[in-house]
């Protein structure tokens, strides 16, 4: 049986990019509303405040850089025999510009675009605002094209085949407390999968894994990898 890998990664993963994460002490909710930036409630009451919340995240995303850890899971993608997948929480684009091509994006990404009417999507521009009109029904209804809370991630029926046919499941730079990715580690095991948490500090679930690699990911990746591929 060839060794199918799927990787979940979050916030974590991007830190060392210079990208905030979410939840650690200088963490975007430690600094924002969630229920205000990132809910459709939030938006319906302020969609120009949440639309500066996400161009300043899109022109930080555009100043960060890939880092060790992107490009190990890059190479790992090309040099390893079996299947690799990355299922990201992320919104950035940095696995894309380390090479990765099977990237699947469960939250959504800061480069699209949605139309709140109509469901059309496009490549979001750097700046964007809720009067931009929508290329397809021209309703000025434009929004970021990504998942807020109470709404439901996408390519979820991919993820979930993926998770029962893996037979190495690794969770990277995560804090394991939104669901579901948090339960994608059950999952695996329940496949038979060998199951790894490489993180800075343990995340809610990792006693859930088989195996664990605490440290920054610019170190842990890259040794993870490199013992893979040995
Ligand atoms: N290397 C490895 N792990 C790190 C590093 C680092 N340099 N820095 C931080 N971490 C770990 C933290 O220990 C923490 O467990 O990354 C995790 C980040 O957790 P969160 O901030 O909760 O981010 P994440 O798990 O991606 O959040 C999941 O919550 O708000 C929603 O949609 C948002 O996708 C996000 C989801």
């Known amino acids: 049986m060839t060794d199918k890998i799927v990787i979940l990664t979050g916030a974590g993963i991007s830190a060392e990019s210079g990208l905030g994460t979410f939840r650690d002490e200088d963490g975007l909710w430690t600094r924002y509303d969630l229920e205000e930036v990132a809910t459709p409630e939030g938006f319906a009451r302020n969609p120009g405040f949440v639309h500066e919340f ?45 090479g990765a091509t099977r990237v699947i994006h469960m939250h959504g990404a800061l480069s699209g675009a949605l139309c709140a009417a109509c469901d059309h999507r496009w490549p979001a521009p750097h700046v964007m605002q809720t009067a931009d009109p929508c290329p397809a029904c021209a309703t000025p209804a434009t929004r970021p094209d990504v998942v807020w809370f109470g709404e439901i991630p996408y390519h979820m029926d991919e993820i979930m085949n993926h998770l029962a046919t893996c037979t190495r499941f690794a969770a ?14 059950q999952l695996a095991s329940d496949a038979g999968a060998h199951t790894v948490e490489l993180n800075l500090d343990p995340s809610s679930v990792v006693s859930s894994f088989s195996e664990t690699w605490p440290g920054p990911a610019t170190q842990v990746v890259p040794d993870w990898v490199a013992s893979l591929l040995r």
């Open 172 to 185: 990277i730079g995560t804090s394991g407390e939104v669901y579901p990715a948090a339960g994608f580690v």
């Open 54 to 98: 996400y161009n300043a995240r899109r022109a930080n995303c555009a100043r960060a850089e890939p880092n060790a850890a992107h490009a190990a899971l890059a190479r790992l993608e090309r040099d390893h025999p079996g299947e690799v997948v990355i299922v990201t929480q992320n919104v950035d684009d940095l696995h894309e510009r380390a």
